[in-house]
């Protein structure tokens, strides 16, 4: 079964602050579901599906009791995994209006990345086999970012190009953390936190969250807003197997091959990318495994502004992780800014009549095990 | 073999038997890999069940210890006991001669001095009852 043009995004929120101590995950969370119901026409009493990894505290909260609820735990990419799900759900008639949301205070909260002792000894398998030897967040993407520079001979300049873009787009948005502009040598002058990365190659710590509502292309066309259609869904996880896997290859090349296949468009026809971007090797070894470029040719193609708004492939015109917010787990954020683009909405920096917008979530780390998921939404089935 | 000064402050692992022998063999300068004798394969992490045909009768063999660095980092920031008092120092992935890749640290050398593709091998830090593979430039 195709969930092709089965189910839409109807109603977005993205929670505007940045920073906000008097806020929980759940208050995040409930509120963004207000707003983004608000947004779409309907009710919490329409909600009959639940997709949020603070599940039944989540419903506690909302004093709801969803007839589908799924906690789908894949880092970062959750939110593609959830859009698919829902889908599927909605396909299946087994819910009808699917309520997703994500909330964290990552930044008031303190929980900044490898700062905290691991008290006690780690679980054998596999944190047994990596954390003796302190691979932080950072230090697992500088592993792939270091071998595809051995590989296909990638420059930092390369990658700062992406931070470059990046920026761009964030100046252009009022809620971004970093708006002034950057260049290639900013970046590169910038200090260097996990050879060959440097600070200006990594996202940000922000709070934030949000919500989107999903439900079926019938129920979508009497709403408030254009609905922005699922034309096609892939999902896969990448590990380093049995030892050998290769590090320039991650979930996104086998997740777009379905999510492609089922929405039937090829990849010129993509008008906008959203591609996670916890760092700058992220975003290359997405647009290279997604199909966009073939393997090592990343460097050459992000190098000539092709991320920016003017482009051959704009991409994360929110200003994404490496700007504007990452309070942890970004992948929704792709979902909102595919959805303001297709809609229109996208005040300062939108694309000239954008039909399909693909949003590609990756959560984990890529040296070790990550999650990929890809959607393909569109303005028409 | 080099000696921490305790106490040991870097996470080590749970001891458990299905694993057990990668972190105790280099008490005899043994490193320890798995190999399923049905598939002919050697495989890294170490599993009781072979990854492969999923059949639980896999052996620990002896590696030779030797191989090359696959990919590594320069790691300046990690704020984590052990690790502060550590920086800068080179997280890596070594491809080791028996076909697996295994993660660890390039020690007794600058760190500028490494490079993908170099030949290693195998050393060991010994914190509490375990010996913690690592691994350096080759001796020539």
């Known amino acids: 079964m195709s969930v092709r043009g089965v189910a839409a995004v ?19 969370e409930a509120e963004s579901a207000r707003r983004a119901l608000d947004d779409a026409g ?20 909302m004093n709801m009791f969803p007839d589908v609820i799924d906690t789908t735990q894949m880092g ?12 599927a759900a909605i396909a299946a008639g087994q819910c009808e209006v699917a309520l997703v949301t994500y909330g964290s205070t990552g930044r008031s909260g303190g929980r900044a990345v490898e700062r905290n002792p691991i008290r006690g000894r780690v679980p054998a398998l596999p944190d047994g086999f990596e ?14 970012a270091r071998r595809h520079m051995h590989e296909f001979g990638t420059t930092s300049e390369q990658l700062a190009a992406i931070s470059v873009s990046t920026r761009k787009h964030a100046s252009t948005n009022p809620f971004a953390v970093f708006r002034d502009p950057i260049t290639v040598d900013d970046v590169l002058n910038s200090r260097m936190v996990s050879d060959p990365l440097h600070l200006l190659d990594c996202c940000i710590v922000s709070d934030g969250g949000g919500a989107f509502i999903i439900t079926s292309a019938a129920r979508a066309k009497d709403l408030k807003k254009k609905p922005v259609y699922i034309l096609g869904t892939g999902q896969a996880v990448a590990h380093p197997g049995i030892g050998n896997r290769d590090l320039t290859t991650i979930a996104a090349g086998q997740s777009h ?64 992780g490496l700007s504007s917010n990452h309070p942890g787990q970004r992948g929704i954020f792709l979902i909102f800014e595919s959805v303001r683009q297709l809609r229109g909405e996208r005040e300062g920096n939108q694309l000239k009549d954008p039909k399909l917008a693909l949003a590609h979530g990756t959560g984990g780390s890529l040296s070790t095990r990550h999650s990929g998921g890809t959607i393909i939404l569109s303005t028409e089935v | 073999m080099a000696t921490e000064q305790q106490p040991y402050r870097k996470p080590l692992p749970e001891l458990h038997p299905e694993i057990a022998p990668y972190y105790t063999g280099g008490l005899r300068a043994e490193l320890m890999i798995k190999f399923c004798p049905n598939c002919n394969i050697s495989f890294h992490y170490p599993r009781t069940v072979c990854p492969e045909c999923l059949k639980s009768d896999t052996v620990w063999r002896r590696a030779s210890g030797k191989g090359t660095v ?17 920086v800068p120092y ?50 020539s």
């Open chain 1, 10 to 28: 109807v109603g977005i929120h993205e929670y505007e602050s940045r920073f906000d101590p008097q806020a929980s995950e759940l208050s995040i």
């Open chain 1, 42 to 61: 309907l009710e919490k009493s329409d909600v009959d599906a639940l997709y949020s990894h603070h599940g039944w505290n989540l419903a506690e909260y």
């Open chain 1, 76 to 87: 970062g990419g959750s939110y593609e995994f959830f859009a698919a799900h829902a889908a």
């Open chain 1, 131 to 144: 954390e003796p030897y302190g691979p932080t967040t950072l230090g697992r993407y500088a592993l792939v």
């Open chain 1, 257 to 320: 091959k379905h999510a492609f296949e089922e929405a039937g468009v090829t990849h010129k026809d993509i008008d906008l990318l959203m591609a996670y971007d916890s760092f700058t090797i992220t975003v290359l070894t997405t647009i290279e495994n997604l199909g966009f470029v073939k393997k090592g040719e990343g460097g050459a193609f992000v190098e000539t502004g092709a991320l920016d708004l003017d482009g051959k492939l704009p991409t994360n015109t929110d200003g994404g």
């Open chain 2, 70 to 86: 696959y990919s590594y980092t320069i790691t300046y920031q990690n704020l984590s006991p052990g690790f502060r008092e550590e």
């Open chain 2, 90 to 139: 080179v997280l890596a992935l070594v491809d080791l001669a028996e076909g697996v890749r295994v993660m660890t640290n390039i020690i007794d050398c600058d760190p500028k001095d490494v490079s993908v593709g170099m030949p290693v091998e195998v050393t060991w830090e010994r914190a509490e009852e375990l010996a913690i593979p690592k691994f350096r430039p080759q001796k």
